[in-house]
């Protein structure tokens, strides 16, 4: 939670997704600038992790002023150095995104095409 002029802040926690509460999914695109923005940890407030500013931009579209919101986010929550196999890290991504309760795709900002895409999207659904 907080206001736009305010630090993003997060807690990492781990749930057994068979007793998880429920989460969104946040997927964004990639950034393919070299652009990176810090967030940091809720209770280490001189703790923080670099992401993509388009991961940036998106939590700070989705942030409430006063309520938490649970997400998982493929950036930070998948150890991108763990060599699972391919297989099994598709078999787990695949529950994972089953059992959200919404999946949110951001593609960026919004721009000249936005309103043309959007009605695109609701007709093509």
Avoid at 70 to 80: F, G, K, P, S, V
Wanted: charged residues 25%; negative net charge.
């Amino acid at each position: 939670p907080g206001k736009d002029d305010e630090p993003i802040r997060f807690r990492i926690q781990r749930y057994d997704l068979s007793k998880s509460p429920l989460y969104q999914i946040l997927s964004c695109a990639r950034d393919e600038g070299e652009d990176r923005q810090a967030i940091f940890v809720a209770k280490d407030p001189a703790t923080s992790i670099s992401v993509q500013t388009v991961l940036w931009k998106a939590l700070q579209h989705l942030r409430q002023p006063t309520e938490e919101i649970l997400l998982w986010i493929h950036q930070i929550c998948i150890d991108q150095s763990d060599e699972i196999h391919p297989y099994l890290r598709d078999l787990m991504l695949s529950h994972i995104q089953n059992s959200a309760s919404k999946v949110i795709v951001w593609l960026g900002e919004a721009d000249q095409y936005t309103s043309t895409a959007s009605k695109l999207v609701k007709k093509l659904a």
